[in-house]
């Protein structure tokens, strides 16, 4: 039997080192699913239950992994499908190659069943690279190219290939006119940045006396030099959501997240600060930024379509983060006077005292809160982390301290509802060897993840450590939105379209064989988690809490919460709620607090 274009396509994505593809089967791509039988399942199909869910878990494999992801649909609606996870793969630059297939040559523009213009779908969200393949001898460079692009712009790429290519005949490029060859393997330079630049960044930064840095996930792998900086400079450091685990929470200097989900620690330094370096962020919030004209700064990132974009920046070095924070550091002048970074540090240990007072108010019935503050006092330090969009993100961000080798991440700035549980089961085929907690609300689990559950009772005895546990913020309501509508719209709660119907998460992932618990006692929280980790297959927390917990943004003070609250008396179904745990909850900030916890 000879070699089809779709035997060769496996062939190739095996030299390149691909052991999974993220997928759902389809007549459109039927030449390939004939080439993975023929291939023994080389690379290992993975099968969603949605083509979205498929990107998603692309998207989670890459994040959390070291290399680029393959996701692949088959034409028309399963090629649509793939578009909300791509988008969140092109907004947070993740490596992402999408595979689809299209009817055949013959009936293209024919108005023939599941025809798609896919050139013009996907021209937007693989801008970097989308190529339909024709001929035999096109395929090896369109894919070698779509995965050095990916890689190199760390955006997605998508490659289309015809049902009745795939069955063709594989024919290599040749020797001759307008034969397009090609090869594999790629070696990544390091960049360096410009060396006047880097003595004025060192100038500018030697001047200040009140310095802030600001990290995103562009920083990650030079935690080292960053803790170097920030020492010479006396600075406290900031971290975006997509770099919350860029640096351990544990550092007396780290003020957690910047922004909407962040901490009151990062709010004032950045309101105080005269001076700002920020390092592999394009943090687009410029209002949790300082004043434009408060602070001088200097901006690092390795890629200059997004440098100096996002604040009146004096120095933008281009480069590598390592490598541009190693040629700066011998230029710093230590900082003798202290003040500043003693000043943050009292701020971000009553910071972390005020977290644990308010993740112990007393709610209906389980403060939400809670749950990620018993799961961060006992997370294991190589545990992988995957939050939901909505209210379980405003936690992430504010309740988990991040330690060890602790790896998390979300939808950065797609913030699409649905992620988490894919996420998680991407980082899982990432590191089979390590536990993943996704925390999701119960709309993206309705939305997404009860059916991924399934995905993940199918697959989970292929991982080495079988632990992958899912923690449910069951509340039966819309709840990130429903505090949108009260604090930005003014408007009560609207409960035909916030309230959820009611639904066991626990009885459905107990009835397909994983491990389960309905939590309705916060005392029973720490418990479930052990019980959870320990365990030796995946595992669903139900936990019932209380929607009327506000989410309390940084700069808000009492005051401005005692007004919304009284704005909604005449009309939200919940408004005492809203009220007495918004009072609670913020009182804890101007209360005396001290840990009488075991």
């Known amino acids: 039997m000879s070699t089809t274009v779709a035997d060769r396509l496996l062939e190739r994505l095996r030299e390149w080192g691909v052991e999974q593809i993220f997928g759902y089967p389809g007549d459109g791509i039927n030449g390939i699913v004939a080439a993975l039988a023929r291939a023994d399942d080389e690379p290992h199909f993975i099968q969603a239950r949605h083509e979205e869910m498929a990107a998603f878990e692309a998207v989670g494999f890459a994040k959390f992994g070291t290399k680029p992801a393959i996701c692949m649909a088959t034409s028309g609606p399963g090629a649509i499908h793939l578009l909300n996870g791509l988008y969140d793969a092109k907004l947070d630059h993740v490596p992402v190659v999408a595979i689809v297939g299209q009817t055949n040559r013959t009936a293209m523009g024919g108005s023939y069943q599941q025809e798609v213009d896919l050139i013009s779908l996907f021209k937007d969200v693989a801008s970097d690279y989308v190529q339909m393949v024709t001929v035999p001898e096109q395929l090896p460079n369109v894919l070698d190219r779509a995965i050095r692009i990916a890689m190199t712009r760390r955006a997605p790429t998508a490659i289309i290939i015809p049902n009745d290519v795939q069955e063709l005949a594989y024919e290599p490029p040749t020797h001759e006119f307008k034969m397009v060859p090609s090869s594999l393997g790629t070696s990544w330079p390091s960049v360096t940045p410009d060396d006047e630049?880097?003595?004025?960044?060192?100038?500018?930064?030697?001047?200040?006396?009140?310095?802030?840095?600001?990290?995103?996930?562009?920083?990650?792998?030079?935690?080292?030099?960053?803790?170097?900086?920030?020492?010479?400079?006396?600075?406290?450091?900031?971290?975006?959501?997509?770099?919350?685990?860029?640096?351990?929470?544990?550092?007396?200097?780290?003020?957690?997240?910047?922004?909407?989900?962040?901490?009151?620690?990062?709010?004032?330094?950045?309101?105080?600060?005269?001076?700002?370096?920020?390092?592999?962020?394009?943090?687009?919030?410029?209002?949790?930024?300082?004043?434009?004209?408060?602070?001088?700064?200097?901006?690092?990132?390795?890629?200059?379509?997004?440098?100096?974009?996002?604040?009146?920046?004096?120095?933008?070095?281009v480069g590598d983060a390592q490598r541009t924070l190693q040629a700066l550091i011998p230029l710093l002048e230590r900082k003798q006077d202290r003040g500043w970074r003693e000043g943050i540090e009292k701020k971000i240990t009553r910071w972390w005292e005020v977290m644990e007072a308010e993740a112990l108010v007393a709610a209906k019935p389980v403060n939400p809160m809670r749950i990620f503050s018993e799961f961060s006092a006992q997370a294991p330090e190589n545990c992988l982390?995957?939050?939901?969009?909505?209210?379980?993100?405003?936690?992430?961000?504010?309740?988990?301290?991040?330690?060890?080798?602790?790896?998390?991440?979300?939808?950065?700035?797609?913030?699409?509802?649905?992620?988490?549980?894919?996420?998680?089961?991407?980082?899982?085929?990432?590191?089979?060897?390590?536990?993943?907690?996704?925390?999701?609300?119960?709309?993206?689990?309705?939305?997404?993840?009860?059916?991924?559950?399934?995905?993940?009772?199918?697959?989970?005895?292929?991982?080495?450590?079988?632990?992958?546990?899912?923690?449910?913020?069951?509340?039966?309501?819309?709840?990130?939105?429903?505090?949108?509508?009260?604090?930005?719209?003014?408007?009560?709660?609207?409960?035909?379209?916030?309230?959820?119907?009611?639904?066991?998460?626990?009885?459905?992932?107990?009835?397909?064989?994983?491990?389960?618990?309905?939590?309705?006692?916060?005392?029973?929280?720490?418990?479930?988690?052990?019980?959870?980790?320990?365990?030796?297959?995946?595992?669903?927390?139900?936990?019932?809490?209380?929607?009327?917990?506000?989410?309390?943004?940084?700069?808000?003070?009492?005051?401005?919460?005692?007004?919304?609250?009284?704005?909604?008396?005449?009309?939200?179904?919940?408004?005492?709620?809203?009220?007495?745990?918004?009072?609670?909850?913020?009182?804890?900030?101007?209360?005396?607090?001290?840990?009488?916890?075991?």
């Open 385 to 598: 982390i995957a939050a939901d969009s909505g209210s379980a993100a405003n936690w992430y961000a504010r309740q988990i301290r991040m330690r060890g080798s602790m790896r998390g991440s979300l939808s950065g700035n797609l913030a699409t509802m649905g992620p988490g549980v894919p996420y998680a089961i991407g980082a899982k085929f990432a590191h089979p060897d390590r536990p993943v907690v996704a925390f999701e609300g119960d709309g993206a689990m309705q939305m997404n993840g009860l059916a991924e559950l399934l995905t993940i009772s199918r697959y989970y005895r292929e991982w080495s450590d079988p632990r992958l546990i899912v923690a449910v913020l069951h509340n039966n309501d819309l709840n990130q939105v429903t505090w949108e509508l009260r604090a930005m719209g003014g408007s009560p709660k609207f409960v035909e379209s916030q309230a959820l119907p009611d639904a066991s998460y626990a009885d459905f992932a107990a009835s397909i064989g994983l491990g389960a618990l309905t939590i309705t006692d916060p005392e029973r929280l720490r418990d479930a988690w052990q019980q959870a980790l320990a365990a030796d297959r995946p595992f669903v927390l139900d936990v019932h809490c209380d929607p009327d917990v506000p989410p309390i943004p940084p700069h808000a003070t009492l005051e401005q919460m005692t007004d919304m609250a009284e704005a909604l008396i005449k009309g939200d179904p919940s408004r005492w709620g809203v009220i007495m745990e918004g009072i609670k909850t913020k009182a804890q900030e101007f209360l005396p607090h001290s840990d009488d916890r075991d």
């Open 197 to 317: 630049a880097v003595r004025a960044a060192a100038d500018l930064l030697n001047a200040g006396s009140k310095v802030a840095m600001l990290v995103g996930q562009g920083a990650r792998g030079a935690a080292a030099e960053v803790e170097q900086v920030a020492d010479l400079l006396g600075a406290g450091v900031a971290k975006a959501l997509l770099g919350k685990d860029v640096l351990s929470d544990e550092l007396p200097f780290v003020t957690g997240s910047i922004g909407l989900l962040g901490t009151r620690p990062s709010y004032e330094m950045m309101e105080s600060c005269d001076t700002l370096l920020t390092v592999g962020s394009s943090f687009p919030y410029t209002q949790f930024m300082p004043g434009l004209d408060q602070a001088r700064a200097v901006q690092i990132d390795i890629d200059g379509s997004m440098i100096g974009m996002r604040y009146p920046y004096e120095v933008n070095l």
